[in-house]
């Protein structure tokens, strides 16, 4: 769900089905609002901006730990959208070691055009992060601080 909808109306389709509701990163609700939103859905998507910036591509790329640590903390499960692609997956997935990315306009050639080098670009930089070397990095990083 993209829209304004009311928890009420997230829990009554949640009965019904798997629900995903997205929240922006842009929000002007307060963390309690956030918090009741998120637990009436199945899994949050943190957005880095509205449907219209979105669509004319000029929301920016998510960068709110607060609210993704708030959710995270809470049980609630979090699926990190905007802004994200090639050049930046490894930095987000260090950074928030997110379960689940939404990729769209990261690897899309122009509006609503997706392209497979773009496609390829992304996948080959996730498997590099996964990869021995770049794990053993980041945790003999981690211990070092």
């Known amino acids: 769900m993209h829209g304004n ?10 009965s019904q089905m798997e629900t995903w509701k997205a929240i922006s990163q842009k929000h002007k609700r307060s963390n309690e609002e956030i918090l009741t939103l998120a637990k009436s859905v ?6 880095s901006g509205n449907a219209t910036e979105k669509a004319f591509n000029t929301s920016g790329a998510f ?18 959208s905007g802004g994200i692609n090639a050049g930046n997956v ?7 070691e997110p379960a689940v990315i ?7 050639s122009e509006p609503g055009v997706k392209s497979k080098p773009k496609m390829q670009e ?5 498997n590099q992060f996964y990869s021995f070397g770049e794990t053993f990095e980041r945790r003999k990083n981690d211990e070092e601080e």
């Open 90 to 96: 490894k930095e987000y997935l260090a950074k928030y």
């Open 5 to 14: 909808e009311h928890f009420s109306i997230c829990r009554q389709v949640k």
């Open 42 to 47: 199945d899994k949050v998507v943190l957005d």
């Open 63 to 80: 960068n709110d730990l607060e609210l993704y640590n708030l959710l995270v903390n809470e049980g609630i499960s979090v699926a990190l």
């Open 122 to 126: 992304l996948i080959e930089a996730v």
């Open 102 to 108: 939404d990729i769209s306009r990261g690897i899309e």
